[in-house]
């Protein structure tokens, strides 16, 4: 029998692919030793060079700031005395990453869109065609609007003197911090930290905003379009000797692995999906909702006795109650408690007064017992006596009888 068609399934939103100034694939060797070539599909963006698993994802998978001293050049790789013209290399923050692409011309284009962004100028020195270098243009632009709302990667929030202990105990990572001024004013101030023949040399100079533009102040000053441009004049002023100071990222932020495509044999990078963390002796579950972590248990303290009262209870010498349910119920209805009743203690009985002699007894002898047994309640000093007496009256009457 036909089962019935279900609703049919709407269609999953699709995330909006970032813009990128250049993109297309790009393998990629790490600055380690012992890396290789890692198929991924690059994008240019800003001062980032993003890497994606393919071209259909919109989340990267690494990325390479550019924002620091950078030099490209196309040389052969090691053991090669030829360029086939399909390598270039990437320097960057004093290590170099190789990259390798399907043709010449795709090295050139990648050539000179991270040079525009990172220069802010289009380089003539590269074998591009005009439509390549009008698409460098339009880059150029857009990097030259975004710089001038965005603050550089070297803008840190800190005081003067955090600034100082950054450059101080970072030296590897740049010698050139932006920093919010300290007089309050929508300004900007710069520090620098260089060593003289072994003596630090911390400089500060403030940057002054003056409507669109940035001012430098110093004895002539020097106006700027962003704050981006300000850092750059200090770079190509100082030949490259002051370098904005980046914090290094070098540790990866995704598991990644090397897989064989099966269909066409080439190496593809793979970055799975990272499972949820479970807790210690928990099992997964399937496909289920996650468990909330257990909330430890409060040990709860007794209640406070009053403090009126004495925190040694006395124990009474009751005596022992049974308790009987008398009342006879049906197997169906449920069992009902009844309060138990209170027992109250029996006082001990008082001593018991001698009875009268009953009228009755006409004998002596019955007489005489209970005139014996009431003298044995209570004990007399001629009981001795009574008792002998009593012996001897037994016998003659035993002898009467006989």
């Not at 525009?116 to 339009?138: C, D, F, I, K, Q």
């Not at 040399?201 to 102040?217: A, T």
């Not at 001629?382 to 037994?394: I, W």
Request: proline letters at 10%.
């Amino acid at each position: 029998m036909a089962s019935a068609l279900g609703p049919p399934r709407a269609p999953k939103p699709k995330c909006a692919l970032p813009s990128h100034y250049h993109e297309s694939f790009l393998e990629k060797k790490g600055p380690r030793q012992g890396d290789d070539y890692k198929k991924f599909w690059a994008g240019l963006q800003g001062l980032t060079l993003y890497f994606y698993k393919s071209n259909r994802d919109s989340q990267h998978v690494e990325k390479i700031d550019l924002g620091a001293s950078v030099k490209v050049t196309d040389e052969a790789p090691c053991g090669s005395s030829h360029d086939p013209g399909i390598h270039f290399n990437l320097f960057v923050r004093n290590q170099e990453i190789k990259f390798r692409v399907e043709s010449l011309e795709s090295r050139e284009m990648w050539k000179g869109f991270i040079l525009t962004v990172v220069e802010l100028r289009v380089p003539s020195n590269l074998t591009l065609l005009p439509g390549h270098l009008y698409m460098m243009a339009e880059a150029l632009a857009k990097e030259e609007a975004r710089r001038a709302l965005e603050m550089p990667s070297c803008f840190m929030k800190v005081s003067r003197l955090e600034a100082q202990l950054l450059l101080e105990r970072y030296p590897e990572c740049g010698n050139l911090l932006l920093r919010p001024s300290g007089d309050g004013k929508d300004c900007v101030s710069v520090s620098t930290r260089q060593t003289l023949s072994g003596t630090p040399l911390v400089r500060h100079y403030k940057v002054k905003r003056e409507g669109p533009k940035y001012v430098i102040d110093v004895e002539e000053p020097v106006s700027c379009a962003s704050l981006q441009a300000v850092v750059n004049y200090f770079v190509l002023q100082t030949k490259n000797a002051l370098v904005p100071f980046l914090l290094d990222e070098d540790y990866e932020k995704v598991l990644g692995y090397v897989e064989a495509d099966k269909e066409n044999g080439e190496s593809v990078w793979v970055a799975p999906l990272a499972p949820a963390v479970l807790c210690p002796g928990a099992a997964a579950p399937a496909g289920g909702p996650k468990q909330p972590p257990p909330v430890p248990r409060q040990h709860k303290l007794p209640p406070l006795l009053n403090p009126d009262e004495n925190y040694v209870i006395p124990i009474g010498d009751a005596p022992v109650a049974e308790y009987e349910n008398t009342d006879a119920l049906s197997p169906g209805w449920p069992k009902q408690c009844h309060p138990a009743q209170k027992v109250q203690a029996k006082l001990p009985k008082p001593p018991m007064a001698p009875k009268p002699e009953p009228k009755c007894l006409a004998s002596g002898l019955a007489k005489k017992l209970a005139i014996s047994s009431a003298q044995a309640a209570f004990p007399t000093t001629g009981l001795a006596n009574v008792t002998a007496e009593l012996e001897e009256k037994l016998q003659r009457r035993r002898a009467l009888e006989h």
